[in-house]
Every structure is written in structure tokens, then in C-alpha cells.
């Protein structure tokens, strides 16, 4: 059975969960008629007899069926459907909107006009793809984090409810005993000692785990984030990155402990990568959590790309070097397509040292307790009101800035992944100054396009010149690397990737984040 193939297939589901693959946790869950719980695919329990499971695309499709979570598994403790970002329709669309909290700040009219859809024909769609409407799929994800939140932090339980979404603290215990069988108390009394992963000890601090599936190549995505970082906006040191959030209820920091122990778990397994966010307003612990599963890639699914990829003469040694290759996504897409248009024709040292000084001088400064951690990145609205003259770079790069800036503040250009990307990438080839290199870079890490190549990049061509390859017939070639050519361009960048430098805070960090 694919990952990304829909609706199930019940044969090639039981397959899977009579082997406890791994790879299939997130994708599917099993419903367990006899005990009325499910489960992911790899639960260790026995496995139950075929005539007595079902099959959900959602844990939110289980839960509306009757069905509680496997106390054993935690099957809503996995990572993301890979089918989301592969094929990008109106569900993955709709369900990356979700987890950032779209439904609970806008209701299901403000997601439905996000993917350009009735509020009625979006339910249409997600009941059919993934067994449960946008209400009942924004419960299921409040609920898992508030599970999260109760076993892994002192939060007292009422924040708890506020920070998972919830409305109330009634609203907050009705779904956690529905859900999980347990009042929120009995939840955390049976924590673990080492099921906590930090104290509560300042004040909108949270660390929480990312769920990913391994290989997960955490150095080489820490190396890519360090050589990017933009003074001000980003921090990063052997071990670690740290930013600023701009967040739709107030300005955080996110710090994403990148272990090198990470590179070397178990394959097929699903590995937790802790997170630690500082908030002003814990209503943002839902978007927080979700844009650091964006900016690690955690919904991939590494052992489709490596295999593929993998059996590339020219790639395969890439792919055995680096395996798990993430391509970095962002928490900001809008940010993300302002500085790629600044780092045009640049370096990237050049590109940071320009972009850096836009910051400083039109960032938004924040106080973050953080050494390095200075400002939220200008929005744009702030951008598209700067005079293009007065910019750090050519003209014709300053007027292209401000007009995207513009488009984006006027909603002309739209890159919280609700449209289709091809028409997002359309809006932008209309705008001066954006050419394929910027709007099929943005797609890669803006919109989490699997399958983008950059055939003019000059990166591409010195690396493939550097293993030998004659760059144009390489680059002719590259349709044989489909459908995750982005993780192609990752593994060729690579090559030409410096170790993350060494900017250890020299202000005290909290024991628990080491």
C-alpha cells in the first residue's frame, strides 16, 4: 500500500498492521470493534482479527465513529499523512490550516474561504477524504494537544485548556474523557517521571515533542538552518537553532534541540525531536507547535524519498551520506518569500548581511530573554511601505521587494497554504521582479512542495560539476528524480554546506533545554 494513496484499501491496511509497520503511523488508524479503541498501525498489542477492524484516515474519523485512543500506542502522538504535502488537494490543504488553529481563531467559513471553498462543500470533501468534517477535525487536534500538554508540562489545567484551543474548561474535560477514556487529572497523575520534558518554570514556556518519522537527518538540517539564519530573527549553535515567532495572538520564540544522536536512531521508527516555545499568549501553542512541524519537514516520509532517490546512480552516495534529508520548511510563509527575493543574485552571506539590516531597521523588536534574538522579521505591509530607493540592494530588486510585500499585504498573493500552489505560483510570476528561481523556491519551502527542481541555480551546477557530472545533461535528466526532486536539490546543496558555527548563548539556558 502507498502512503499517499486514498481512500484505503482494507487488504493492504490489515497487511499492515498484522507487520506493525511503522511506516504507515499517521497515515491510517486502526478501529478495534471488540475494545472500542484505535490505535496506529504498529501498536504492540496482539493483532485483532480482520472482521473485527475498521479503518480511518483521521484519528478525528475514529473518534466520531466511537472509538477512544489506545492508552498503549497514543496513536495521535505520530507524525502527519505524508499525502498532505505530496499531493496538496483540498483535505492536506485544509488540514494544515487546522493544526495552525485557523478553525479556532476563524471558524470553518474563515478555512473554507482559505482553500476557496463553501464552508458546505469543504465538509463535503473532508468527511469523504478523511472521515470527518473541519469541526470534529479541529476537536481531534485540540485533544491531542492537550494531552501533550497535560503529560509534559505543569501547566495548570485550566491554561492547559486556553493553550490546546479549547473554549472552556468544560468544553476542555468533555473532549479529554471522550477522547482518551481519562479525565485530564488521572492524565497527568499517571505521567512518568521521564514522560515530563520540562518544568514550568517560566512563565509561557512550554517544551513539547515533535513527532517525525527516521531516518531523520537532524545535522544536516541544523547545518542549512545556521548557514540561512538572519541576524536578529535567528540564532543557531552546535546542537540547536532559535527564533522569533510572529504569532497571530503575540510575538514568542521557538529553540529546536537538534541532537546529533537524532541522525542515528532506529530506522523506521518515530523519533521525538523536543521543542521549546516561549509565548505571550499561550492561545498560540497550537500555531507554535504546528510551524515547527513545518520548518522540520516532520510529516516526510524518508523511507519513500530515500528509496527512490537512493536508487540514483549519481544520488546514491548522497542519499547514503545524509539519510533522513529534510527539506527545511518555514513558520512564516510570507517571510520566507520576502527574504528570498532579497537573496536574489547574491550570496548567501550577502543575503544575510542585507537582510539582517532590513531587520534592524524595520523589524519589529522584541524582548526575548534569547542572546542573538532581537526582532520579529517586518511584515508586510511594513515592507511594502518602504521607498525601494532606500533599500540595501539594486533598485530593480528593491521595487520587486515592495511589490510582493504588497501583494501579500493586500492579499493578491496568498502563502498560508490554503490555495492551490500552482495558482499561487501564477499570482507571482505576474508581479515585476519574480521570476521561476523566487516562485518555484517559495513553493519548495513556503508551500511544502515535494517535487521542485531549480535548473538555473548556480549551487546545483557547482555541485554537480563537483561530483562529476556534466551539469547540463544532469539537469536534463532530473525528471527521473519525480515526484521528490526538492529532496534531490537538498541532497546536491548539501554537498556545498558548511558545519553549523559555534554561537553558544553566553546568557544561562534552562537545564531541561540541554
Not at 87 to 105: K, T
Not at 285 to 296: D, G
Request: proline share 8%; net charge neutral.
Amino acid at each position: 500500500m502507498s502512503t499517499t494513496t486514498s481512500p484505503l484499501d482494507p487488504v493492504s491496511c490489515y497487511a499492515a498492521v498484522s507487520s506493525r509497520d511503522r511506516r504507515y503511523d499517521g497515515v491510517f488508524y486502526t478501529a478495534v470493534r471488540t475494545t472500542g479503541i484505535y490505535c496506529r498501525p504498529s501498536c504492540p498489542a496482539r493483532t485483532p482479527a480482520a472482521a473485527n477492524v475498521t479503518f480511518h484516515a483521521s484519528a478525528a474519523s475514529a473518534q466520531a465513529a466511537g472509538y477512544r485512543a489506545c492508552k498503549r500506542c497514543l496513536p495521535d502522538a505520530t507524525p502527519g499523512s505524508p499525502e498532505w504535502d505530496v499531493r496538496a488537494g483540498v483535505a492536506g490543504r485544509a488540514m494544515r490550516l487546522i493544526a495552525d488553529g485557523v478553525v479556532d481563531r476563524e471558524g470553518v467559513e474563515g478555512l473554507a474561504h482559505r482553500v476557496g471553498y463553501t464552508p458546505r462543500h469543504l465538509g463535503r470533501v473532508l468527511t469523504a477524504e478523511l472521515g470527518a468534517g473541519p469541526l470534529a477535525l479541529a476537536r481531534a487536534r485540540r485533544a491531542q494537544t492537550a494531552r501533550v500538554l497535560v503529560e509534559t508540562t505543569d501547566l495548570p489545567l485550566a491554561d492547559v485548556a486556553f493553550a490546546a484551543g479549547f473554549a472552556s474548561v468544560r468544553q476542555f474535560n468533555d473532549t479529554v474523557r471522550e477522547v482518551y477514556a481519562a479525565s485530564p487529572s488521572t492524565l497527568r497523575a499517571r505521567r512518568s517521571p521521564a514522560g515530563r520534558v520540562a518544568e514550568h518554570a517560566v512563565e509561557g514556556r512550554l517544551t513539547m515533542r515533535l513527532a517525525v518519522r527516521t531516518p531523520f537527518a537532524a545535522t544536516a538540517l541544523l547545518d542549512f538552518l545556521a548557514y540561512h539564519l538572519v541576524p536578529g530573527v535567528e540564532a543557531a549553535g552546535p546542537g540547536w537553532y532559535a527564533r522569533t515567532l510572529d504569532l497571530p495572538h503575540g510575538p514568542g520564540t521557538l529553540r529546536l534541540h537538534l541532537d546529533p544522536a537524532l541522525d542515528d536512531l532506529e530506522v523506521g521508527r518515530t523519533a521525538q525531536v523536543p521543542a521549546t516555545f516561549t509565548l505571550a499568549d499561550l492561545r498560540d501553542t497550537a500555531a507554535a507547535v504546528e510551524r515547527a512541524r513545518r520548518l522540520v519537514d516532520a510529516d516526510c516520509d524518508p523511507l519513500a524519498v530515500s528509496a527512490h532517490l537512493g536508487a540514483d546512480p549519481l544520488l546514491a552516495p548522497l542519499v547514503a551520506r545524509h539519510p533522513g534529508l529534510r527539506v527545511p520548511g518555514q513558520v512564516d510563509g510570507e517571510e520566507t518569500a520576502l527574504r528570498t527575493v532579497i537573496g536574489q543574485q547574491v550570496s548567501v552571506t550577502g543575503a544575510r548581511t542585507v537582510t539582517g539590516r532590513i531587520v534592524a531597521a524595520h523589524g519589529t523588536p522584541v524582548e526575548t530573554g534569547v542572546p542573538g534574538l532581537t526582532h520579529l522579521f517586518p511584515r508586510p505591509g511594513v515592507v511594502a511601505g518602504l521607498d525601494p530607493e532606500s533599500l540595501p540592494m539594486p533598485r530593480a530588486r528593491g521595487r520587486a521587494l515592495v511589490g510582493l510585500a504588497a501583494a501579500l499585504d493586500g492579499g493578491e498573493v496568498a502563502l498560508d497554504r490554503g490555495p492551490e500552489r500552482d495558482a499561487v505560483r501564477a499570482r507571482m510570476l505576474d508581479l515585476s521582479g519574480i521570476g521561476p528561481w523566487t516562485a518555484d523556491y517559495v513553493a519548495m519551502r513556503a508551500l511544502a512542495h515535494p517535487d521542485v527542481f531549480l535548473p538555473t541555480d548556480v549551487g546545483v551546477r557547482t555541485a554537480l560539476t563537483r561530483l562529476g557530472a556534466d551539469p547540463v545533461e544532469a539537469v536534463a535528466a532530473s525528471g527521473r528524480w519525480r515526484p521528490w526532486r526538492s529532496y534531490a536539490l537538498l541532497h546536491l546543496w548539501q554537498t556545498l554546506m558548511p558545519p553549523t558555527p559555534d554561537q553558544t548563548p553566553t546568557t544561562h539556558e534552562p537545564t531541561e533545554e540541554r
